[in-house]
């Protein structure tokens, strides 16, 4: 999977600079970021980000969630709820707040979201699931979390200046 990723670098490394190249164009124009996520038989699975430079990084305890494009809304809601110890469904529902936080900051951001899994040694693509704008567990999860900061907002104390 190392090498397949190194491979795929290679190949978007060198389409950002012919695609830049062509009609005098700055190659910084275009841009494009791969994931790549796989199992070889017997192997472990394994997730790379691809840069446009054709760098990569691996998913790891240190990287254990990609993101893309806008991070500064949603971000926040990974690094803080994500721990090792977080079952399937957990990460679902980190996934959905944290994409909801976006959803309200920044308007070029949306639904639908689309969420396609992989098990590891089946070797075959596993359940798919789209969360559209009517989506009902989408709906729940943004009105509870909503309401789960104001509760705690809340609960935190006033600023005074008396408070030393």
Not at 94 to 122: C, E, H
Request: glycine share 10%; hydrophobic share 35%.
């Amino acid at each position: 999977m190392f090498r397949v990723a190194r491979l795929i670098g290679k190949i978007l490394r060198t389409t950002v600079h012919e695609i830049g190249s062509e009609g005098g164009k700055d190659p910084s124009t275009f841009q494009a970021n791969i994931f790549v996520g796989g199992q070889i038989r017997g192997g472990p699975p394994r997730m790379f980000m691809i840069y446009p430079e054709g760098n990569f990084v691996e998913s790891g305890p240190n990287t254990p969630y990609f993101q893309l494009g806008d991070t500064k809304y949603g971000k926040p809601i990974l690094a803080r709820a994500n721990r090792p110890d977080l079952t399937f469904e957990h990460a679902i529902k980190s996934l959905i707040i944290s994409f909801d936080s976006t959803f309200k900051s920044n308007l070029s951001v949306g639904l639908p979201l689309d969420l396609s899994v992989y098990a590891a040694d089946t070797l075959a693509p596993g359940p798919t699931r789209r969360f559209a704008e009517t989506d009902p567990y989408c709906r729940t999860i943004s009105k509870g979390w909503s309401q789960a900061i104001q509760l705690a907002f809340d609960s935190l104390p006033d600023f005074s200046f008396d408070d030393s």
